[in-house]
């Protein structure tokens, strides 16, 4: 099961790419504050990508789902430098005993201190690419619709990704 954060759910918005993450052999769930901080206060904004977000739970691509209460939930909060967001998406993916897709390098920290699965949306969608869902070309365009849209990606990381994509072609 992937949890997703707002990040990956943004950028694949922007890229036109959400509706692809359905052949993933994983459910995928957002959070309600997820949801909150992406589709409501996204429409609210005026944002087009938070109707996409929006489009693609209607279409079952994510489910939505409370985070737990739980032990987890309430260490986190107590570190003020991780909002209520991130707080949902790991306490939500530990109780699961899935992986929680961000990006951010803190809440990924954060996440490894207690033990939770995290995963990248680079990573995502060259699972995507192997598994023959996205071509090269596709996923390099997807990778670069992200970044032309603010997606942060260090000069390093984009070789990286760039390589790995070229090896599974």
Same mark, same amino acid.
């Given at each position: ?76 909060? @107590?570190?003020?430098?991780? %909002?209520? #967001?991130? /707080?949902?998406?790991?306490? !939500?993916?530990?109780? &699961?005993?899935? $992986? ?14 207690? @033990?939770?699965?995290?995963? %990248?949306? #680079?990573? /995502?969608?060259?699972?995507? !690419?192997?598994?023959? &869902?996205?071509? $090269? ?21 984009? #070789? ?10």
């Amino acid at each position: 099961m992937f949890v997703f954060d707002a990040t990956p759910l943004i950028y694949l918005s922007k890229a036109e790419q959400l509706t692809v993450l359905e052949e993933l052999d994983r459910e995928r769930i957002v959070p309600e504050a997820v949801y909150e901080e992406v589709v409501v206060n996204g429409i609210r904004g005026g944002y087009p990508d938070a109707r996409r977000v929006e489009r693609a739970i209607e279409d079952g691509v994510f489910g939505v789902r409370a985070a737990p209460d739980n032990a987890t939930a309430e260490r986190l909060r @107590g570190n003020p430098n991780i %909002g209520p #967001a991130d /707080v949902a998406v790991l306490a !939500l993916a530990d109780h &699961l005993d899935g $992986t929680a897709v961000m990006d951010e390098d803190y809440g990924r920290a954060v996440a490894d201190s207690e @033990g939770i699965e995290t995963r %990248g949306t #680079a990573f /995502v969608l060259l699972t995507l !690419l192997k598994r023959g &869902l996205l071509d $090269t070309r596709e996923t390099r365009e997807t990778i670069d619709a992200m970044v032309e849209a603010g997606w942060y990606c260090s000069p390093d990381l984009y #070789a990286k990704i760039l390589g790995k994509i070229e090896s599974l072609s």
